[in-house]
């Protein structure tokens, strides 16, 4: 088995070669040999703006020429005040200050530490337990992998992490299917539940995504669920933690994923798309309120980052939010949402779709053994990344997921194109995929894996 590549980089994956990436121009990609792919996952859920902007990249340039780096727990810069105050006008109920950090993960250490902190510093030291759902994932650091029910993630360093309680996922693979309307799960009520085993004096705070990301294949809860969530979390005096990591930033056609269901969190973590993937931000955003009890007790959060409130990765998140507003970019990707799952719905009837959802420019497709039992394919044909290869092979580039079934079984794939995706180049991400999907059944059928 070959090292690959052949330099001095190690990247995740070991024993693969990967295309070398040359350019990138819209929502396509080119290869050093000249092969196009067209980039329907925006990477991993980020170049929502495509590749190739200039305006985003002239804005950097820019600041990098004026002051690219200082710290912040010394220092404040403009791009990195102007961003928090643009940020501020979109962000749901009092979240209007934020925490700028590099990576999802990060944001969500720091919004799960910052939970902590304020109920120790409101004389409630006992709270401290995390409640997460029971198919999710924010992040692959020892905390935010605590919180993620990512098991093969943990495999070597499963002591390490901290005990975190799992509340069942709603309206993904629920026995109810959906139907049920007293159904616990999807209703929300399995969190009181959760709360009350926990003891409501101990528990600080329940985290999950609006919309599902990768481990559920973009679900969408049901329209009450976070209204249950609030009003169980205010009852029990628990923070409600929003990660919009994956899903805001208008990938769902509104600013944050939790609008729609017309509560606020009192945390929410952000990144991958706030600067569209020219450089790596993530954000914690809070109100006042918490902010305000930090203020008045340590008198600082007790997390610290190099490279937090970075200016540069600042500049490049305003000149994207920026774009957003000026193009209409977040009503775009809700309009063509619909065209695109209404485009994706003739994927359910091919051979192996058990289920095709989602809400904007996200799309989960997830595929089954039995389409009609939703049995999951047996895991040793590795469906979801013979799938992710051959799409590449055609040219589309797709986000696997595995594992969502149990922890060990299911197979999806992600789709989220840049938001300035044309209608054409979302019937040609459709076309492309049935492609894939018939070169995936030969070669399972055909013993490559
Ligand atoms: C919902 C969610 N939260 C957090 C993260 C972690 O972000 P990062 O990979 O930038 O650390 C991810 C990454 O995929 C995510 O999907």
């Known amino acids: 088995m070959h090292f690959y590549p052949r330099g001095n980089v190690f990247y995740r994956r070991l024993t693969k070669p990967f295309p070398r990436i040359v350019l990138g121009e819209g929502c396509w990609l080119e290869d050093a040999d000249g092969k196009r792919y067209l980039d329907a996952c925006g990477g991993a859920f980020v170049a929502c703006l495509g590749h190739g902007n200039t305006e985003i990249a002239a804005a950097m340039a820019e600041q990098a020429g004026r002051i690219a780096y200082v710290n912040g727990t010394a220092f404040t810069t403009d791009p990195v005040e ?17 925490y700028f950090l590099s990576s999802g993960s990060e944001a969500v250490e720091a919004a799960l530490k910052l939970a902590r902190q304020y109920w120790a510093e409101c004389g409630l030291p006992a709270k401290r337990k995390i409640l997460a759902l029971s198919a999710a ?75 599902g990301g990768s481990s559920t294949g973009a679900a969408v809860p049901r329209a009450e669920y976070f209204r249950t969530v609030r009003e169980i ?23 944050w994923a939790i609008e729609p269901f017309g509560v606020a969190p009192d945390l929410m973590t952000v990144g991958k798309g706030i600067a569209a993937g020219y450089a790596p931000l993530s954000a914690v955003a809070a109100p006042r309120r918490i902010i305000d009890v930090l203020a008045q007790g340590a008198g600082s959060l007790f ?79 590795r469906f979801a990344e013979t799938f ?12 696997p997921n595995v594992g969502h079934v149990d922890g060990t079984q299911g197979d999806l794939v992600m789709l989220a194109p840049p938001f300035i995706v044309t209608e054409v180049e979302l019937d040609e991400i459709v076309s492309r995929f049935a492609t894939a999907l018939d070169w995936t059944l030969a070669a399972v059928s055909a013993g490559v894996r």
């Open 82 to 98: 102007q961003l928090a105050g643009e940020l501020a006008k979109t962000l749901p109920g009092d979240l209007d200050h934020l």
């Open 137 to 211: 994932y924010h992040g692959n650091t020892l905390l935010a992998l605590s919180a993620s029910a990512r098991e093969h993630y943990k495999t070597y360093v499963r002591d390490w992490m901290v005990d975190v309680i799992r509340v069942p996922v709603p309206c993904f693979r629920c026995a109810c299917r959906g139907d049920d309307p007293t159904c616990a799960t999807c209703t929300g009520n399995a969190l009181e539940a959760a709360i009350e085993r926990a003891g409501p004096d101990t528990v600080a705070a329940f985290i999950a995504e609006p919309v």
């Open 233 to 255: 979390c205010d009852r029990h005096q628990v923070l409600f933690i929003a990660d919009e990591v994956l899903c805001g930033a208008g990938r769902t056609g509104t600013w």
């Open 303 to 381: 997390h610290a980052q190099t490279f937090s409130f970075h200016p540069v990765a600042c500049a490049a998140g305003l000149a994207t939010v920026r774009t957003l507003r000026a193009h209409g970019l977040v009503q775009r990707c809700a309009e063509l949402g619909a065209a695109f799952h209404r485009k994706l719905a003739g994927l359910a009837a091919l051979p192996n779709v058990g289920a095709v959802r989602g809400r904007g420019l996200l799309a989960g497709i997830e595929f089954v053994e039995d389409t009609k039992l939703g049995t999951p394919l047996p895991r040793a044909l």
């Open 388 to 399: 992710t290869e051959q799409a590449l092979a055609v040219g589309l580039v797709v986000w």
